[in-house]
């Protein structure tokens, strides 16, 4: 049987379950506007039995599907035809023992990894998702393919559009709010630009609308698609531990799309019998974005078997529009006030009993230049994780002994103007850049050594502080 005859679109809403043809473009349920899965019939098609086929295909790196971290495992996402599938060998990243880290957040040595997804090749785990979208919308013939994005989204549809030559890339960015690591990414690789007046959550109303309007076709993760191949993250955990499950998942939480997914993927993964348990998930916002935090640690909005109590997201948005109140963070990739997954992020916490925080921007770049000392280096939004667990730790949640994986969604030079003005011996930049968050000081800061041009000076420099 071909694997695309067992995939289907489904939506989440457990009174509605309005099924769809999979070559269907849609971002909601035509019924209720709901959101959509991504679903498979397994009882008609070929199943994944064990990990053994998927260990398999790393005797097959001449082939580009098994070199792929997504679609090495086509079998856990089989809507796509071989032919139909764009891939630029996303996915080849690691999960990293940390050590320096795990002292940092209070963690038994040997318990901490970071799953690092900037080594995509845009530099950020959007590149998953976006294989899983852009291969959907060329099977169905589309022509352009639009976004609304902080920064990560914009540069993976620009590069897979580029890399392809088969799509145009159109994105919509809020004034002032995103990072230029990532904006250089979107020109560099010819996307069209649009600038609105506003935030990412009103580029973000602006798309759908524009999309709807021209028959563009929607890449953001409200797609169902874009999450099928995100899900492909928590495979490469699994893969990496000896096809063991952790006892925590720990992800920044912006849009929802990663934590949505993540929750996907251990349902599928514990019916197939892949797995027989699931880990915990913590998803942490920053203060300055805590939408999530507020709905659900605040206000308990729960999934309830996917009953949701509307009202209480309704009451909160209310309250943002008559504060006139805009996300702000340092952590541009999760400034987001509305996340459009969080409904699938709630059945996740659901599935995985959850958790979530918030964190400060200066506990995350304290934890950021945590992670640089070990020798890997992630953007802010990404260091939100690894504040996450070091607050979790404080209040007993997490264990010292418990095995905690946190993902880095983003690679360093995504925001490196974040990164210098923390480690500047400048104070003017410092306020410039920081300052304006609230942070006062940068408690691990590698400061540059100034000396004149003396041999000697330079020599007792090193003996000082080397």
């Given at each position: 049987?071909?694997?695309?005859e067992?995939a ?6 457990v009174?509605?379950r ?7 473009v849609?971002?909601?349920c035509l019924?209720?506007g709901?959101l959509?899965?991504?679903k498979?019939?397994w ?13 398999d ?5 001449f082939?580009?599907l098994?070199?792929s971290?997504v679609w ?5 996402l089989?809507f796509?035809?071989r ?16 050590d320096t ?5 209070g963690m038994?040595?040997?318990?901490l990894?970071l ?15 976006m294989t899983?979208a852009f291969?959907?919308a060329?099977?169905v013939?589309?022509?352009r393919?639009a976004?609304a994005?902080?920064?990560n989204?914009?540069?993976?549809l620009?590069?897979?559009?580029a890399?392809?030559?088969q799509?145009?890339?159109?994105i919509?960015i809020?004034?002032g ?8 990414q979107?020109?560099?690789?010819g996307?069209l630009?649009?600038q609105i007046t506003g935030?990412f959550d009103d580029?973000m ?5 524009v999309?709807?309007e ?12 874009r999450l099928?191949?995100?899900?492909t993250?928590m495979y490469?955990v699994?893969?990496?531990l000896?096809?063991?499950?952790p006892?925590w998942?720990v992800?920044?939480g912006?849009?929802?799309g ?5 929750g996907?993927?251990f ?10 348990r699931?880990p915990r998930l913590a998803?942490i916002?920053a ?5 999530l935090?507020?709905?659900?640690e605040n ?5 309830n078997?996917g ?9 909160y ?5 008559a504060d006139?109140?805009?996300a702000s963070t340092i952590?541009?990739a999760?400034?987001?006030?509305r996340?459009?997954?969080l409904?699938?992020?709630?059945r996740?916490l659901d599935y995985?009993?959850?958790?979530v925080?918030?964190v400060?921007?200066q506990?995350?770049l304290?934890?950021k230049?945590q992670?640089g000392?070990?020798g ?18 404080e ?5 010292a002994?418990d095995?905690v ?13 974040a990164?210098?003005a923390?480690?500047t ?5 410092f306020?410039e850049v920081l300052g304006?968050?609230g ?6 800061a590698n400061r540059?050594v ?5 041999l000697?000076e330079?020599i007792?420099?090193i003996?000082?502080?080397?």
């Amino acid at each position: 049987m071909n694997f695309r005859e067992i995939a289907y679109q489904e939506c989440i809403r457990v009174d509605c379950r309005k099924v769809y043809a999979v070559d269907e473009v849609l971002t909601g349920c035509l019924e209720c506007g709901s959101l959509l899965d991504v679903k498979y019939d397994w009882e008609s098609g070929p199943a994944p039995e064990s990990w053994a086929m998927f260990q398999d295909k790393w005797s097959q790196r001449f082939d580009p599907l098994a070199r792929s971290g997504v679609w090495r495992f086509h079998e856990l996402l089989p809507f796509a035809l071989r032919e139909q599938i764009v891939t630029v060998g996303e996915g080849q990243t690691i999960l990293q023992q940390a050590d320096t880290v795990s002292r940092y957040a209070g963690m038994k040595s040997g318990n901490l990894f970071l799953q690092y997804e900037g080594m995509n090749p845009s530099g950020s785990f959007k590149d998953n998702g976006m294989t899983a979208a852009f291969s959907h919308a060329r099977s169905v013939g589309s022509q352009r393919a639009a976004c609304a994005s902080t920064g990560n989204t914009s540069a993976s549809l620009a590069m897979y559009c580029a890399v392809s030559q088969q799509m145009k890339a159109v994105i919509f960015i809020g004034s002032g709010k995103i990072a230029y690591g990532k904006l250089s990414q979107a020109l560099e690789y010819g996307a069209l630009t649009v600038q609105i007046t506003g935030d990412f959550d009103d580029a973000m109303l602006r798309v759908r609308e524009v999309c709807k309007e021209l028959d563009i076709y929607l890449v953001n993760s409200i797609n169902p698609f874009r999450l099928e191949g995100q899900k492909t993250i928590m495979y490469r955990v699994i893969e990496s531990l000896g096809w063991e499950v952790p006892d925590w998942i720990v992800v920044p939480g912006g849009n929802l799309g990663n934590s949505s997914s993540f929750g996907k993927a251990f349902i599928e993964l514990f019916e197939l019998g892949l797995i027989d348990r699931v880990p915990r998930l913590a998803v942490i916002n920053a203060r300055g974005a805590n939408t999530l935090h507020e709905l659900y640690e605040n206000r308990s909005m729960r999934w309830n078997d996917g009953r949701i109590d509307r009202s209480i997201q309704q009451q909160y948005y209310q309250e943002l529009d008559a504060d006139q109140k805009k996300a702000s963070t340092i952590a541009s990739a999760i400034e987001i006030n509305r996340p459009v997954n969080l409904d699938k992020c709630l059945r996740a916490l659901d599935y995985c009993a959850g958790v979530v925080r918030e964190v400060s921007d200066q506990d995350m770049l304290d934890a950021k230049a945590q992670v640089g000392a070990g020798g890997i280096g992630c953007e802010p939004a990404s260091a939100a994780s690894v504040a996450g667990v070091k607050l979790l730790r404080e209040q007993g949640i997490i264990a010292a002994s418990d095995r905690v994986v946190c993902i880095l969604t983003g690679h360093q030079l995504k925001d490196p103007t974040a990164t210098v003005a923390y480690h500047t011996t400048d104070q003017k930049k410092f306020n410039e850049v920081l300052g304006a968050r609230g942070m006062t000081r940068a408690n691990y800061a590698n400061r540059a050594v100034a000396v004149s041009n003396d041999l000697d000076e330079i020599i007792r420099a090193i003996k000082i502080y080397g």
